[in-house]
């Protein structure tokens, strides 16, 4: 597919219009955290803890532990606990991990709750018993959460260590840039959505992170493959033509990707609906950021340098305004010329074949001069 190389699609020219749509989403989410505050789950909050036991074991010919707990599911779910933690122990023990309640609260639940599941298992299992509700601190606590942000912090300085040797400097800050532009969408768009955040939420950001750096990596080694190639043309040129050449694997990637997170959250049920989102929003937001936010911010860099090289250079008694209009040039001419980056590559690239001709001509004629004076 080469309908994204052959588009006359300006991406670099358009960045402010990019940061402009991330700046509005990531203001939001963080007016809606410091308004509302984040819907931390039991796992953040700690809550309470039922134990069921039943005269017999749960698990039998035709029904597995999972099979268990997806039909206990639709039982909370009447009662507000979709989201609630499931799990079964030694065959005829059911856990049940919820928020935390009043003791009015809890007593009528603890009827409710036990009528449900009496009825849905007492035929195979036999008669079930209430063995107690226990609070429960929170499973992720400040500590851990402590831990996971100085993994996340060394991380991204691991990722801007290695993309800086691999490639450049540039290149590794812009990718840490992304990054942080994804975690910041996610977290604010969840808070939006008033979406319940567990343990899982922690898993999905780091899939997100890994995600993201990757399609980072793509873009950018093509980049410096162009580099090589194109040495004679503007750098924002380089970098349009860079994303255009694989627009068409970003897109497809993301895409596929986003078919089965779609299918998982529709499908995978209430348990799974945080996670899932997450993903969806992340990896959609990693796409977006790869090409819209860290290619530019590498392009803001170049320029960045062009104007620091200007200004040491320029006289003292020269305008100020040659250095800024210098190192705006790549950016304008493309759009203000009507042709593509791809055209203009075609043309820089026809102009230094041009210039090697030229060189082996002059080369070529040193010689037969040189051999017309041996005689």
Known sequence: MDFFRRSNWDIVGRTKLWFS???IIIVAGLVSMLAQGINWGIDFTGGSLLKYQFERSLIGEGSSEGQIIAQTRPLLEQYGLGNAQIQVSGGDQLFIRTGTLDEKQAAEQDKQ??????EQFGGRAGKLSLLGRDMVGPIVGKHLRNTALLALSLGSILI???VGIRYEFRFGVAGVAALIHDVLIVIGVMALLRMELNSEFVAALLTIIGYSINDS????DRIRENMRVYRGSRFADIVNTSLLQTMTRSVNTTMTTLFALIALFFFGGPAIHSFSLALIVGIASGAYSSIFIASPIVVLWER???RREQSQRRPAHAPAVTAEATAAAPLE???SAGVSAEQAIARAKQEAQEEKRQTRRERRKKRRD????RF
């Open 304 to 306: 960045a340098g062009i």
């Open 333 to 335: 001419e493309a759009g």
């Open 21 to 23: 749509i991330s700046l």
């Open 217 to 220: 990596v793509v873009i950018f």
């Open 160 to 162: 801007l260590i290695y």
């Open 370 to 373: 040189g051999g017309r004076r």
């Open 113 to 118: 709750i036990s009528a449900a599941l009496q």
